[in-house]
């Protein structure tokens, strides 16, 4: 039976144990940290486009020069914007990574001359923008209220799985940074929680790791669990046939491991929980901070099928 480890992580560079509560949940312990892990995958899969119309490439690598000093991810908004997390966001100024990738060779430089903006205050999103625009696709951005319990698809640059740990395995351990790769992987909303660590404190989207027989989303070996440096990265969602940022992953409950669930009644066992800025709640904070007109274009509405609510059981 595997075992839900009771940490959570930020999902970018590592740093110092934090404090994290989920409201109307329980209090977890937590380090920082983030990237992705498949549950029956190894870390050659899913580093091409699915081709489902997800918007892969408008997923980005925040760096150093050619790709040194890794801080996490981040999404293009149009116009030389980009959107990450503010730890992400933060954590590439104090280490001097000012570029971003969207294939791994091409690099824009971050704008110096534009200082970072937190969207809302307390919460864990910032915009920042390049020096060029990138040859690649905008997102939309998602501004209804509610989100689909269905399949969504997260993009992100991070560590893979240890490459040692079969694939088969409940509990992943992860890999080093020479595992860093763009991947895409499925995960299932489940609920809204209001979560909070450090000076953060705002409402994000709640997934679980489940496995390919069980739930949450019974997704296939593709599911995944986030790890180091998928902070900052893309959970999208096909809503009435268009592709919507629904949300940005932040924080994972793991302890430098990946445990995968398959009851979610129960919670017995569970996998462990991913948490996700709910770009619906801050969507008109965001736009709000991109001037050009192109923008009109992303809005997206309407309301969809409210987020169920589960116990939050410890184990």
Not at 7 to 15: G, I, N, Q, S, Y
Not at 194 to 203: E, K, L
Not at 261 to 283: E, K
């Amino acid at each position: 039976m595997p075992v839900m480890h009771n940490v959570v992580e930020k999902l970018c560079v590592k740093c110092p144990l934090l404090r994290l509560v989920v409201v109307a949940g329980a209090w977890l312990s937590a380090p920082s940290a983030g990237a992705m892990v498949l549950f029956g995958l190894d870390n050659s899969a899913n580093q091409t486009d699915p081709g489902t119309g997800v918007p892969f490439d408008a997923v980005g690598f925040v760096c150093g020069a050619n790709g040194t000093t890794p801080q996490g991810s981040a999404i293009n908004l149009g116009g030389g914007y980009m959107l990450t997390a503010k730890h992400v966001s933060d954590s590439a100024i104090n280490n001097n990574a000012p570029y971003v990738t969207f294939d791994g060779t091409t690099f824009y430089q971050r704008d110096l001359t534009y200082i970072p903006t937190q969207v809302a205050p307390n919460v864990d999103l910032a915009v920042f923008r390049l020096t060029a625009v990138p040859t690649v696709g905008a997102v939309h951005i998602y501004t209804g209220a509610t989100e689909q319990i269905a399949a969504a698809t997260q993009v992100g640059w991070g560590i893979g799985r240890n490459p040692t740990v079969p694939i088969d395995s409940a509990v992943v351990t992860w890999g080093t940074d020479s595992t860093i790769a763009k991947r895409w992987g499925l995960n299932k909303p489940l609920t809204v929680r209001t979560i909070s660590y450090d000076s953060y404190s705002y409402q994000a989207i709640e997934t679980i790791a489940g496995n390919a027989t069980g739930s949450p989303a019974g997704l296939g070996d593709s599911e995944a669990s986030t790890t180091l440096y998928d902070s900052g990265s893309g959970l999208f969602q096909k809503i009435s046939g268009t592709w919507y940022l629904i949300g940005v992953p932040t924080v994972a409950q793991t302890n430098g491991s990946s445990t995968f669930g398959n009851d979610t009644v129960t919670n017995t066992p569970a996998g462990d929980y991913n948490y996700a800025v709910r770009i619906g709640t801050y969507s008109s904070n965001i736009l709000a901070l991109i001037p050009e007109p192109s923008v009109a274009g992303l809005l997206a509405g309407g309301v969809v099928m409210l987020l169920g609510r589960r116990r939050n059981t410890r184990h």
